[in-house]
């Protein structure tokens, strides 16, 4: 067999650049868990104020990640990954310059924005690679992709237990500064400068209306999400009001920002974001109510809490080494649920004086399923996805996947109403166990996910 050609395989000196600007948001949702308690005590700002936190980049990165996306696909991904995480680094300086906690949550919605290009650019070469070389589907740089989102979000509670440690929360935000830097130089030495997927063919409109009424509409729901009540019914009128008037909008534009046709035409894809919700709805209530029933409960320095979350970022890292290279998704997904599901029930027998081996059985499981949950997602995603509109897809994973961290966000909150005890979490692992069995029904009977990436072929 004659060897590959360099002009047919994927551009080696675009993974760089891809990976560290794809971990730029995971790092930053990950790395507030362990803060969070040190930011409150030095403010002295109850759990309800440090929560908008974790809120506030959650908010500012699901209304901007498949608007950022549509962006990209229209006019390639270069100048929106640079002006993107140029943004980050200077959230990364008025975080750590921060005098309040307001000045700090306003620090993480910049955050939010600014590392919204970084992974809908990342699938936006993936794609434009394959066409360019021919490889419909390049597994092992997806694969890379989703390590590095993946692990990095794992191992961002551990990092930031050693730079809390080091230097104090304030190091947390510092950090982002360095890797702007880092995104900043690889990106202008290695991004293509060129403006649109296809340079003949003739751009399409910027649907403004349909992404200012996508906006409204995430955005009155987000709000509702992060503090649930009946006095905020008014919140959930407005985000059903917004999204009826985006329907009609889209169904009648030629240019829509979301084609609502051909999604609801591709029940396959649907159904892939709704899993992406219930898979981080659990990851990422694991990672925040988790930690902070470690450092309260069981008595925990924010380091330590971290480096019990470390056998789950080597597991991450494990599993999707070794089965990124296979194509196929549907086994990928079916044992992440599982994984799951024993992971959130392993949470009923946790106590304050549970052995470190649970805590390390926990974390492993949840390696398992984030690590093989996020991949095969991220794969079902990109072959399920319109190529035209490959960017902007995988910004609405991303949202989906938020929407997820944010409804965590909001259990955790409500089961820790007086502070994060085993009852509570207890409470919040009964819930995750029915977000996870939905998840299973979700995944076991979805006959699309058995054609996913089955033939994929992979030439490095």
Known sequence: MSRTRVTDAFDRRLIAPMMLGATLNPVNTSMIAVSLVPIGLAFGAPPSETAWLVSGLYLATAVGQPVVGRLIDVHGPRRLYLVGTALAGLAGILGMLAPSLWVLVI???????????????????????GKRTGQESPASVLALLAMAGQTVAVVGPTIAGVLVGLGGWRAVFAVNIPLAVACLVLGALRLPH?????????????????????????????????????????????????????????????????????????PALVATYVRALLTFTIGYAFIYGY???????????????????????????????????????????????????????LFLVLGAGSGIWLLVLIAVAGGVGM??????????????????????????????????????AAATG???????????????AVFLLV?????????????????????????P
């Open 107 to 129: 620090a993480r919605v910049l955050l939010g924005f600014g590392t919204c290009a970084g992974y809908p650019a990342a699938m936006y070469l993936i794609r434009s690679e």
């Open 194 to 266: 060129h403006t649109a997927p296809d340079a003949d063919a003739p751009r399409p409109r910027i649907d403004l209306l349909g992404i200012v009424l996508f906006t409204v509409t995430l955005t009155t729901l987000l709000l509702f999400l992060m503090s649930p009540s009946a006095g905020h019914w008014y919140l959930v009128l407005a985000a059903a009001a917004a999204a009826a008037v985006f329907a009609v909008r889209e169904l009648r534009t030629t240019s829509p920002f979301v084609d609502l046709r051909v999604l609801g035409g591709n």
């Open 291 to 345: 930690t902070q029933w470690l450092q309260e409960t069981r008595g925990l320095t924010p380091t330590q809490a971290g480096l019990v979350m470390l056998p789950m970022f080597l597991t991450t890292i494990v599993v999707t080494a070794l089965t990124g290279r296979q194509g196929a998704v549907r086994a990928k997904l079916v044992v992440a649920a599982v994984a799951q599901v024993v992971q959130v029930a």
């Open 371 to 408: 690590g093989l949950g996020g991949l095969g997602n991220q794969n079902a995603v990109y072959h399920q996805s319109e190529p035209q509109r490959t960017a902007s897809s995988a910004g609405l994973l991303r949202t989906f996947s938020y929407l997820g961290a944010i409804v965590a």
């Open 414 to 428: 409500g089961f820790f109403a007086h502070g994060a005890d085993t009852p509570g979490l207890h409470r919040l």
């Open 435 to 459: 977000v996870s069995g939905i998840c299973l029904v979700v995944t076991l009977p979805d006959r699309s996910l058995a054609r996913v990436g089955s033939a994929a072929i992979d030439r």
